[in-house]
């Protein structure tokens, strides 16, 4: 019989700032899911190896702060990131008069990670500025959402971080391999791959449930 999630003894690690293939997953894993889903676009392999370690540190990162998982604060952040950004985004456009020039002259003196202003046309870097702003605003107000609707089901932060889970694994199924998860088949031995890497513990459980609550929400969406 699948053990309780609450009478698991958990042996998480500290969350990181910097997730890594390398903190959860054998180099084994890799090449064992690309012949599974016959994974042949090097930007599906890059991408799954890519966003697998933050999904696990996602989950890390609730069930080490379970005792106060703080999540109506951290929705809080995110809304206020929003609130901001929308903000922001009305005001760069407002910038008048000699506002706009000092604006637009000290930028042409700045380059940075995908973002060049180009001293002929720096009005078009504020164009390209404000789309950034408000696709900020955009995954703030989503991830905000996400939290909410985590955490209100079964009322207890363990079950939102598994949540928190399966939900980021039905996603990455699903863009790496160009199929829907369900609730047979090749995401639940997707899933039985990824998931005694993050929490051996969860092995111990009967994750049935939790699939088929990610495929419904999969599909909803």
Known sequence: MPRKI????????????????????????EPALVSKFRLESEANIAYLRSTLPI????YVGARRNEAK??????????????RDAR????????????????FLTVATRYTGSGTTV??????????????????VGAVAGAAAKDLKTKSVKGGRPRHAAIRFLMSDLAFIYHRTTGRDPGRRGHFPWFVNKI?????????????ERFIREAVTEFNKA
């Open 118 to 135: 180009n001293a002929q046309e720096p009005a078009d870097w504020l164009t390209r500025t404000g789309e950034i702003v408000r696709d």
């Open 69 to 82: 998982p703080g999540l109506a604060d951290r929705r809080r952040d995110l809304e206020r990131v929003c």
């Open 6 to 29: 609450e009478e698991i003894d958990e042996r998480i690690p500290e969350p990181s700032p910097t997730p890594t293939w390398e903190r959860f997953f054998p180099e084994s894993l």
């Open 87 to 102: 903000k922001l985004r009305l005001r760069l456009p407002d910038l008048k008069g000699l506002a706009s020039i000092d």
């Open 195 to 207: 998931v005694p890497n993050v929490d051996p513990s969860l092995a111990q459980i009967g994750n």
């Open 55 to 58: 999904a696990a540190e996602r």
